[in-house]
């Protein structure tokens, strides 16, 4: 089994739209998690990180850790076209761990 | 905030040339950094980490003396690609690692690398 899972997509929705992104992973010992938002051609830029189980809003975006399940969203509010991009979850042990990022989930949002 | 720079973004060269790409932290110091290579419409692969005055650490498969990397003070690291052949054409973004700001990494915006 993969550390993380993340459905490749690409996920299409319209403008507007409540964006919802997850991922799944297997070690319990990940304690950070990280959100990563790529545009083409240009480096990842984090949106996100929380740390254990919980909510954390940031704007439009909200990241839901569930480590019950080892689940982790984020969800995306009143989606713009400028929304569309690869997003990377990555969970780690520490914080300043190196990444092993996953597939990434490419998301589309049409005007 | 703090900036991680690349250079050059893209680069064409002839197999067989080498090419050294760039990464720089602007405002920070980083005793530490990564390496990523990314094929179209791929993830990010980890090449390897890159320690400000000792040597790298290659992830598994990743040939080192293909790919030298030396990070020799702590605002640089570079990436030379040896002897480089149409199969290393990639998109290659660095990282460096913050251990005072608020974000744990900082990445750069990639070079794009093609080999002719």
């Known amino acids: 089994q993969k550390e993380v899972e993340q459905d490749p997509g690409p996920l299409s929705v319209p403008e507007g739209a409540i964006v919802s992104l997850n991922c799944t992973y297997s070690?319990?010992?990940?304690?950070?998690f990280m959100w990563y938002r790529q545009y083409s051609r240009k480096g990842p830029e984090l949106l996100m990180y929380t740390y254990s189980s919980g909510n954390k809003e940031d704007g439009r975006f909200t990241a839901q850790v569930d480590k019950s399940s080892k689940y982790i969203s984020l969800f995306i509010r009143d989606s713009q076209p400028s929304d569309s991009a690869t997003y990377l979850c990555?969970?780690?042990?520490?914080?300043?761990?190196?990444?092993?990022f996953g597939k990434g989930t490419r998301l589309h949002i049409l005007p | 905030g703090a900036v991680v720079s690349q250079h050059p973004s893209w680069v064409i060269c002839k197999s067989g040339t080498s090419v050294k790409i760039e990464c720089r932290s602007l405002d920070f110091q980083a005793t530490t950094m990564f390496w990523y290579r990314q094929f179209p419409k791929q993830s990010l692969m980890l090449m390897a980490t890159?320690?400000?005055?000792?040597?790298?650490?290659?992830e598994q498969g990743v040939e080192k003396d293909k790919f030298l990397i030396n990070h020799a003070s702590l605002t640089l690291s570079t990436l030379t690609v040896t002897s480089a052949h149409p199969e290393d054409s990639s998109f290659y973004i660095c990282?460096?690692?913050?251990?005072?700001?608020?974000?744990?990494?900082?990445f750069g915006d990639g070079t794009r690398l093609s080999i002719l």
């Open positions: 890159s320690n400000e005055g000792s040597k790298a650490t290659y």
């Open positions: 990555a969970p780690l042990m520490n914080r300043d761990d190196k990444i092993i």
């Open positions: 070690n319990s010992a990940f304690q950070y």
């Open positions: 990282s460096a690692r913050d251990l005072t700001g608020e974000k744990p990494q900082h």
